[in-house]
C-alpha cells in the first residue's frame, strides 16, 4: 500500500525525502542540541562511555535541577522512582562556539537531546574553553537523597 501523504507530494512536485538530522540538530564534542530556538526536545539521552550505555528520559519527567561548577550538573527526574543523574566535566555551563550552554541555554530549555561522556584520552585532547562531559552518574534515589543532592547551602 503506498503512502497517501509521498504520493501527494510527489505530485505537487516537492522532493518526498525524510529531514535530515544535520538539518535540525547539531552537536558538540560533549552534546546535542536542537538548532530552532524555539525547538523542545521530548527525551534527553545520557550516553556513558565506561560503562557503555545510555539512559534516556522524557524531559516532562525533569524536576528540580542544580548546576555548580565544584559538584557538576546535578538533575533528578521522577517517574516510577525518582533518577538522579550528575554530569561532572568542565565549562557545563559556559557558551560554546555553538552559542549554546549545556545546562542553562541547553538542558533547562529542553534543546539537548543527548549528553555524552568522553573518554579521558579524548578530553585531554579537547580545548580549555569547551564543554568536557568526564563523567555520567545515574543511579536510583529515594526522597531524602535526592533531597541532599539539590540542596541549596547558603
Not at 49 to 58: A, I, K, L, Q, Y
Not at 89 to 118: A, Q
Request: glycine share 10%; charged share 30%.
Amino acid at each position: 500500500m503506498k503512502n497517501d501523504s509521498l504520493e501527494l507530494l510527489r505530485r505537487v512536485g516537492t522532493p518526498a525525502r525524510p529531514i535530515a538530522e544535520e538539518e535540525d540538530e547539531a552537536a558538540s564534542p560533549s552534546f546535542g542540541f536542537l538548532r530552532g530556538v524555539r525547538d523542545r526536545a521530548l527525551n534527553i539521552e545520557f550516553r556513558r562511555e565506561r560503562e557503555g550505555d545510555s539512559f534516556s528520559f522524557p524531559y516532562s519527567w525533569l524536576g528540580p535541577s542544580r548546576h555548580h561548577p565544584s559538584l557538576g550538573v546535578v538533575l533528578l527526574f521522577s517517574g516510577g522512582e525518582q533518577y538522579l543523574v550528575t554530569i561532572r566535566g568542565r565549562n557545563l555551563n559556559t557558551l560554546g562556539e555553538t552559542g549554546l550552554s549545556l545546562y542553562e541555554r541547553g538542558i533547562l530549555r529542553h534543546r539537548v537531546t543527548f549528553v555524552r561522556e568522553m573518554a579521558a584520552e579524548e578530553s585531554k585532547g579537547q580545548p580549555d574553553a569547551e564543554c568536557v562531559v568526564e563523567r555520567i552518574e545515574v543511579k536510583v534515589v529515594d526522597a531524602d537523597e535526592a533531597k541532599k543532592a539539590l540542596e541549596f547551602s547558603g
